[in-house]
């Protein structure tokens, strides 16, 4: 458990990707299986063992100390699991390296072979055998407590360095194993073959373009090409095989329990690259719904009835990878859209359809409809070489996203934090703010991108000099209608939003530009924002 | 006599009536005994200070040699006299210097202990538990969840991280007085020799520990001028935390921040302050050193001050120890 721990603290504490990054490939290149494996599938969040909830850990600790006490520690703690695990009375000198502590795969497999009702008296007897940081992570780990804030792509990253391959073979492969993956590090290591993916409906790595750069026109024929919107939805691949359905994320994430309205829609046998949207209810067909209708369906483990009724989701198909056993994606593109219009024509038309090619004959036709897009949840246009196969990651000259312009306002900044490792000693994250009345601004957004560095170091002189307040790593700013600090803040769409103060939030926002110059009182309203809302919408 | 009679809290601090004198007073006084040279315990600005020689040198080097209208060196053990009331000092291996203060009148003593730590510090004399009527304890980490793990252990953490990452500066926080050094000699006694590069605020304690008899080894001063930024790839960088938000810590290769801090036990505490790597050494006594301590003296009263209060004074009350909390003002954390 103590290794386990080490690596939660390490993980928990390290900003840096990189560092991440090397910390699991030291972890999987020194710690056996299959101790590994188990721990891999804990910080996937993939580790199935009956949980012990929190009234159990209360129940615990009464048992073993002053409530009085306990409630104390616990009201300058504020985590259960971290007051229960620090204070946890000791029956002996537990030291570090002491040999009978419990091992990860000792209280998995333990676990995995017990009843919920058993899980609270197994773990009142391990605690007794661990130290602190042990006892931490054996709570974290019965209560399914882990916020690691790390993305299924940084752990597969992290294996496939590990294993020297590419990220898109481990990707390809996820879906159809099972912890602790032995015989995916036997793989990795060299010491067996590769895993067949034994789990249906696989996810495919999928083909990313980049931005268009003004440059490229000149380079690039538009005979060559095909164009389609690009809508502001969320990239998703739908993927049926042998009566398995499965939505996962362009990162491959499985997804399919958020969306059961679509997921029971689809009925066929083969893989499609498309974009999840959700619709406005209509008497047959779809009416796309904007960014805002969209956002009711995100972020949500289950989705209620109503939600379903309200917001009914529906995927707007790019291309076809897979049709029953034979794999497209070595096709070219207009090949396989050919085939994906055939295809989609025989599936539910409210839960299915095609995106809408453009027509075009030059570049500059096309600048004009991506100009005139005909609704607001279209953020520009994709562009795709009509001979390019589909190929994982991010190949160069193949296909290209030319957003629409961004939105662009005026805000004031009000508070900055520290950086994180080459920014760390600078204060490079700001939250800026609209004026909701004279004299009161209200925050409106984040941005910690779209400057120099030598912008940064000024902004930086700016916010240690005009500091009003400090909380921790958060300074606030100075900013009132004459002294203050004016962003033009660039972002790609804006919609309301219940949980923030302002009641918008804003998509993608950056600083486009500093104005030095700019008096804040001349900075924008938020009413200004919200006609923006209303514009979109 | 009541025990009131001999030690009473007031706003400038502990005041003993009979002998007219002040303990750790916040404000300047005419009479004052000093238990240790940390900035919330000595001020400067009194008449008359009493306090062991190496606390008077701390306050020198600290507030300039004049920083009291008198001062007067307490040996330890040694008995003086203060009109009605006799006073001791005893080791409290908290910092250098650092001493418990035993005030005694007509069979009643009452020791007040400043801050403590009873396990041992290669820079500082060890904690010795003096029997008394009553115990006046700090309660900085009295909470059942400080306990603080054994410091060598901690510093093999800090050595493992630094070669694990041998193209980052690990810089490491410490209070200038009592935890640069400690952290410093225990860096060496886990035979680490090289270089240590130390921020300016820590250089002139560093020497008088030295100056003292506690070897620091080689330290350099942190500055540009020692070397190019990627000179400090792989170094051990100590400074006092409040320099890491700063300019100062740009000049260093991808740092990396710790801070050794009883603190840092909590998780939410670190991540406050953007810590990388948390070590958990304090020069304070944790949960059970303070339990163990009230245990061994056996007072016949227990006085909590500064800190945790309400926890220890119930702790107290559970094994049936007449215990108070003690209301002053002024103390802060300095030095953990
Ligand atoms: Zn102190």
């Given at each position: 458990?103590?290794?386990?721990?080490?690596?939660?603290?390490?993980?928990?504490?390290?900003p840096?990707?990189?560092?991440?990054?090397?910390?699991?490939?030291?972890?999987?290149?020194?710690?056996?299986?299959?101790?590994?494996?188990?721990?891999?599938?804990?910080?996937?969040?993939?580790?199935?063992?009956?949980?012990?909830?929190?009234?159990?850990?209360?129940?615990?600790?009464?048992?073993?100390?002053?409530?009085?006490?306990?409630?104390?520690?616990?009201?300058?703690?504020?985590?259960?699991?971290?007051?229960?695990?620090?204070?946890?009375?000791?029956?002996?000198?537990?030291?570090?390296?002491?040999?009978?502590?419990?091992?990860?795969?000792?209280?998995?497999?333990?676990?995995?072979?017990?009843?919920?009702?058993?899980?609270?008296?197994?773990?009142?007897?391990?605690?007794?055998?661990?130290?602190?940081?042990?006892?931490?992570?054996?709570?974290?780990?019965?209560?399914?407590?882990?916020?690691?804030g790390?993305s299924?792509?940084?752990?597969?990253?992290?294996?496939?360095?590990?294993?020297?391959?590419?990220?898109?073979?481990?990707?390809?492969?996820?879906?159809?194993?099972?912890?602790?993956?032995?015989?995916?590090?036997?793989?990795?290591?060299?010491?067996?073959?590769?895993?067949?993916?034994?789990?249906?409906?696989?996810?495919?790595?999928?083909?990313?373009?980049?931005a268009?750069?003004?440059?490229?026109?000149?380079?690039?024929?538009?005979?060559?090409?095909?164009?389609?919107?690009k809508w502001d939805g969320i990239?998703?691949?739908?993927?049926?095989?042998?009566?398995?359905?499965?939505?996962?994320?362009?990162?491959?994430?499985?997804?399919?329990?958020?969306?059961?309205?679509?997921?029971?829609?689809?009925?066929?046998?083969?893989?499609?690259?498309?974009?999840?949207?959700?619709?406005?209810?209509?008497?047959?067909?779809?009416?796309?719904?904007s960014f805002s209708d969209l956002q009711q369906r995100l972020n949500?483990?289950?989705?209620?009835?109503?939600?379903?009724?309200?917001?009914?989701?529906?995927?707007?198909?790019?291309?076809?990878?897979?049709?029953?056993?034979?794999?497209?994606?070595?096709?070219?593109?207009?090949?396989?859209?050919?085939?994906?219009?055939?295809?989609?024509?025989?599936?539910?038309?409210?839960?299915?359809?095609?995106?809408?090619?453009?027509?075009?004959?030059?570049?500059?036709?096309?600048?004009?409809?991506?100009?005139?897009?005909?609704?607001a949840v279209i953020e520009g246009?994709?562009?795709?070489?009509?001979?390019?196969?589909?190929?994982?990651?991010?190949?160069?000259?193949?296909?290209?996203k030319?957003k629409r312009d961004p939105f662009l306002i005026d805000a004031v900044l009000m508070y900055a934090q520290r950086g994180h490792g080459k920014r760390?000693?600078f204060y490079s994250d700001y939250t800026f703010g609209v004026w909701r009345e004279p004299g009161e601004l209200v925050p409106v957004g984040k941005a910690y991108f779209g400057f120099t560095d030598?912008e940064l170091v000024a902004i930086d002189k700016y916010v240690r000099?005009n500091t009003i307040e400090r909380f921790g790593p958060v300074r606030s700013v100075r900013a009132g209608p004459?002294t203050g600090l004016v962003f033009e803040v660039a972002f790609e769409g804006i919609a309301r939003s219940s949980r923030h103060k302002s009641g918008v939030a804003m998509r993608f926002p950056r600083i486009n530009r500093l104005r030095w110059d700019k008096p804040p009182g001349e900075a924008d309203r938020l009413e200004t924002l919200e006609h923006m809302i209303d514009g979109v919408e | 006599?009541?025990?009131?009679?001999?030690?009473?809290?007031?706003?400038?601090?502990?005041?003993?009536?009979?002998?007219?004198?002040?303990?750790?007073?916040?404000?300047?006084?005419?009479?004052?005994?000093?238990?240790?040279?940390?900035?919330?315990?000595?001020?400067?600005?009194?008449?008359?200070?009493?306090?062991?020689?190496?606390?008077?040198?701390?306050?020198?080097?600290?507030?300039?040699?004049?920083?009291?209208?008198?001062?007067?060196?307490?040996?330890?053990?040694?008995?003086?006299?203060?009109?009605?009331?006799?006073?001791?000092?005893?080791?409290?291996?908290?910092?250098?210097?650092?001493?418990?203060?035993?005030?005694?009148?007509?069979?009643?003593?009452?020791?007040?202990?400043?801050?403590?730590?009873?396990?041992?510090?290669?820079?500082?004399?060890?904690?010795?538990?003096?029997?008394?009527?009553?115990?006046?304890?700090?309660?900085?980490?009295?909470?059942?969840?400080?306990?603080?793990?054994?410091?060598?252990?901690?510093?093999?953490?800090?050595?493992?991280?630094?070669?694990?990452?041998?193209?980052?500066?690990?810089?490491?926080?410490?209070?200038?007085?009592?935890?640069?050094?400690?952290?410093?000699?225990?860096?060496?006694?886990?035979?680490?020799?090289?270089?240590?590069?130390?921020?300016?605020?820590?250089?002139?304690?560093?020497?008088?520990?030295?100056?003292?008899?506690?070897?620091?080894?080689?330290?350099?001063?942190?500055?540009?001028?020692?070397?190019?930024?990627?000179?400090?790839?792989?170094?051990?960088?100590?400074?006092?935390?409040?320099?890491?938000?700063?300019?100062?810590?740009?000049?260093?290769?991808?740092?990396?921040?710790?801070?050794?801090?009883?603190?840092?036990?909590?998780?939410?505490?670190?991540?406050?302050?953007g810590?990388?790597?948390?070590?958990?050494?304090?020069?304070?006594?944790?949960?059970?050193?303070?339990?163990?301590?009230?245990?061994?003296?056996?007072?016949?009263?227990?006085?909590?001050?500064?800190?945790?209060?309400?926890?220890?004074?119930?702790?107290?009350?559970?094994?049936?120890?007449?215990?108070?909390?003690?209301?002053?003002?002024?103390?802060?954390?300095?030095?953990?």
């Amino acid at each position: 458990m103590n290794r386990f721990a080490d690596l939660l603290d390490m993980l928990a504490f390290t900003p840096s990707r990189n560092a991440k990054l090397s910390l699991l490939q030291d972890y999987f290149r020194t710690v056996p299986d299959p101790e590994r494996g188990y721990a891999l599938a804990a910080i996937a969040r993939d580790l199935d063992i009956p949980a012990v909830k929190p009234a159990q850990l209360r129940e615990l600790i009464a048992s073993r100390m002053d409530a009085e006490l306990f409630g104390y520690s616990y009201d300058y703690v504020g985590d259960l699991a971290e007051t229960i695990a620090l204070a946890w009375p000791e029956k002996a000198d537990i030291r570090p390296g002491r040999n009978d502590a419990p091992g990860l795969a000792e209280v998995v497999e333990t676990l995995q072979a017990s009843s919920r009702r058993e899980g609270p008296g197994l773990v009142e007897a391990w605690l007794d055998r661990l130290d602190p940081p042990g006892r931490y992570a054996l709570l974290k780990l019965v209560t399914g407590g882990f916020r690691m804030g790390l993305s299924s792509r940084l752990i597969k990253q992290a294996l496939a360095a590990f294993g020297k391959v590419e990220v898109n073979e481990i990707e390809e492969l996820w879906h159809g194993l099972t912890p602790p993956y032995a015989d995916l590090f036997a793989w990795l290591e060299g010491s067996g073959p590769k895993p067949v993916n034994a789990g249906a409906a696989p996810f495919r790595p999928v083909m990313l373009s980049h931005a268009i750069d003004a440059r490229d026109f000149e380079k690039l024929d538009p005979a060559d090409f095909a164009a389609e919107w690009k809508w502001d939805g969320i990239r998703v691949q739908a993927t049926s095989e042998r009566g398995i359905s499965r939505l996962y994320t362009r990162t491959g994430d499985d997804i399919s329990a958020a969306f059961p309205d679509l997921v029971d829609a689809i009925a066929f046998d083969g893989a499609l690259d498309g974009e999840l949207l959700v619709a406005r209810p209509s008497g047959g067909g779809i009416e796309t719904g904007s960014f805002s209708d969209l956002q009711q369906r995100l972020n949500r483990k289950t989705v209620t009835a109503r939600q379903l009724r309200d917001h009914p989701a529906f995927f707007r198909a790019y291309d076809l990878l897979q049709d029953g056993a034979e794999d497209l994606r070595a096709a070219p593109f207009a090949g396989r859209r050919l085939r994906l219009e055939a295809f989609v024509s025989g599936l539910n038309p409210e839960r299915f359809d095609c995106s809408e090619m453009l027509a075009f004959d030059s570049w500059d036709e096309l600048a004009a409809r991506r100009a005139d897009p005909p609704l607001a949840v279209i953020e520009g246009v994709m562009i795709k070489r009509k001979a390019a196969p589909y190929l994982p990651g991010r190949p160069k000259g193949e296909w290209f996203k030319w957003k629409r312009d961004p939105f662009l306002i005026d805000a004031v900044l009000m508070y900055a934090q520290r950086g994180h490792g080459k920014r760390s000693g600078f204060y490079s994250d700001y939250t800026f703010g609209v004026w909701r009345e004279p004299g009161e601004l209200v925050p409106v957004g984040k941005a910690y991108f779209g400057f120099t560095d030598e912008e940064l170091v000024a902004i930086d002189k700016y916010v240690r000099n005009n500091t009003i307040e400090r909380f921790g790593p958060v300074r606030s700013v100075r900013a009132g209608p004459d002294t203050g600090l004016v962003f033009e803040v660039a972002f790609e769409g804006i919609a309301r939003s219940s949980r923030h103060k302002s009641g918008v939030a804003m998509r993608f926002p950056r600083i486009n530009r500093l104005r030095w110059d700019k008096p804040p009182g001349e900075a924008d309203r938020l009413e200004t924002l919200e006609h923006m809302i209303d514009g979109v919408e | 006599m009541k025990p009131e009679d001999l030690l009473i809290p007031r706003r400038e601090g502990l005041y003993c009536p009979p002998g007219d004198f002040f303990i750790d007073p916040v404000r300047g006084v005419d009479r004052a005994l000093i238990t240790h040279g940390h900035a919330d315990h000595a001020r400067a600005g009194h008449g008359h200070v009493l306090a062991t020689s190496e606390t008077l040198d701390i306050m020198a080097i600290r507030y300039g040699a004049d920083h009291a209208g008198a001062t007067q060196a307490a040996g330890l053990g040694e008995t003086i006299r203060i009109g009605d009331v006799t006073v001791t000092f005893h080791p409290a291996g908290h910092v250098l210097g650092s001493a418990q203060i035993a005030v005694e009148r007509d069979g009643m003593r009452i020791v007040a202990s400043g801050d403590y730590k009873p396990r041992p510090d290669p820079t500082c004399a060890t904690f010795e538990p003096v029997a008394c009527d009553v115990f006046i304890t700090e309660a900085t980490f009295a909470l059942p969840v400080f306990r603080h793990p054994d410091a060598a252990d901690e510093i093999q953490r800090l050595l493992r991280s630094v070669s694990r990452n041998p193209e980052r500066a690990h810089l490491v926080g410490v209070y200038s007085l009592g935890k640069a050094q400690r952290v410093i000699r225990l860096i060496r006694d886990a035979g680490y020799h090289r270089p240590l590069y130390i921020h300016g605020a820590l250089q002139k304690l560093c020497d008088y520990y030295e100056s003292q008899g506690i070897a620091l080894g080689d330290l350099r001063p942190a500055t540009v001028d020692a070397g190019a930024k990627g000179d400090f790839a792989g170094a051990i960088v100590l400074g006092p935390p409040s320099a890491f938000g700063d300019k100062w810590a740009r000049r260093f290769p991808d740092p990396l921040v710790s801070f050794a801090s009883g603190w840092m036990q909590v998780r939410a505490r670190a991540r406050q302050r953007g810590v990388e790597l948390p070590l958990v050494i304090s020069d304070h006594a944790d949960w059970d050193e303070l339990a163990d301590t009230i245990e061994t003296v056996a007072p016949g009263e227990v006085w909590v001050t500064h800190g945790r209060e309400e926890a220890l004074v119930r702790w107290c009350a559970m094994h049936g120890i007449p215990a108070k909390p003690l209301h002053l003002v002024g103390y802060e954390d300095e030095g953990d």
